[in-house]
């Protein structure tokens, strides 16, 4: 019993799926290539009566092109990143996957930046979008010191229970 799916692959493939993505930018990049997140045009096929319009710009109902690319706050998020990269690329959704195919796909490092961009940008949109915050991560120092908080309690709980006893 084969269990593995024999379906062609997609072009853009390579520009979600490398050995140096973010699996959890990778997962909604593919969901997002696949038209698969849960915009307000996807919704409102079930939902036709609800008000609905984009987070951002209150304008007109999201879809995967206005939330990524026509949106204004959208533009304003890759205008900075062009600057960033160094790169100019078109505002929609098909030409840049396009853009992206055609540039090399390897082990380059501007590859991988140019791949890690894509993937942190729509996932960081797709965050903000949705309301998801994005826990701060500690730094070492804040990690030691709250390990060394607690084995101080333990010690002075050890302590304690001795002198009880």
Same mark, same amino acid.
């Given at each position: 019993?084969?269990?593995?799916?024999?379906?062609?692959?997609?072009?853009?493939?390579? !520009?979600?799926?490398?050995?140096?993505? !973010?699996?959890?930018?990778?997962?909604?990049?593919?969901?997002?290539?696949?038209?698969?997140?849960?915009?307000?045009?996807? !919704?409102?096929?079930?939902?036709?009566?609800?008000?609905?319009?984009?987070?951002?710009?209150?304008?007109?109902?999201?879809?995967?092109?206005?939330?990524?690319?026509?949106?204004?706050?959208?533009?304003? *998020?890759?205008?900075?990143?062009?600057?960033?990269?160094?790169?100019?690329?078109?505002?929609?959704?098909?030409?840049?996957?396009?853009?992206?195919?055609?540039?090399?796909?390897?082990?380059?490092?501007?590859? !991988?930046?140019?791949?890690?961009?894509?993937?942190?940008?729509?996932?960081?949109?797709?965050?903000?979008?949705?309301?998801?915050?994005?826990?701060?991560?500690?730094?070492?120092?804040?990690?030691?010191?709250?390990?060394?908080?607690?084995?101080?309690?333990?010690?002075?709980?050890?302590?304690?229970?001795?002198? *009880?006893?």
């Amino acid at each position: 019993m084969n269990l593995c799916c024999n379906t062609a692959k997609v072009e853009w493939h390579k !520009i979600v799926w490398f050995s140096n993505c !973010i699996p959890r930018h990778a997962f909604v990049l593919w969901m997002a290539m696949q038209n698969r997140l849960s915009t307000q045009d996807r !919704i409102a096929i079930w939902k036709p009566n609800d008000v609905m319009q984009c987070a951002f710009c209150k304008q007109c109902l999201d879809s995967i092109e206005h939330l990524f690319f026509t949106c204004v706050f959208s533009i304003d *998020v890759w205008k900075e990143m062009q600057k960033m990269l160094s790169v100019n690329m078109s505002f929609s959704w098909r030409s840049v996957v396009e853009e992206l195919y055609r540039l090399p796909n390897n082990n380059n490092i501007w590859s !991988i930046v140019r791949r890690l961009v894509f993937g942190v940008v729509v996932y960081f949109l797709w965050l903000k979008i949705t309301g998801f915050e994005v826990k701060e991560s500690k730094t070492v120092k804040e990690v030691e010191d709250k390990r060394n908080v607690e084995i101080q309690r333990r010690k002075s709980r050890i302590v304690s229970n001795s002198l *009880v006893v």
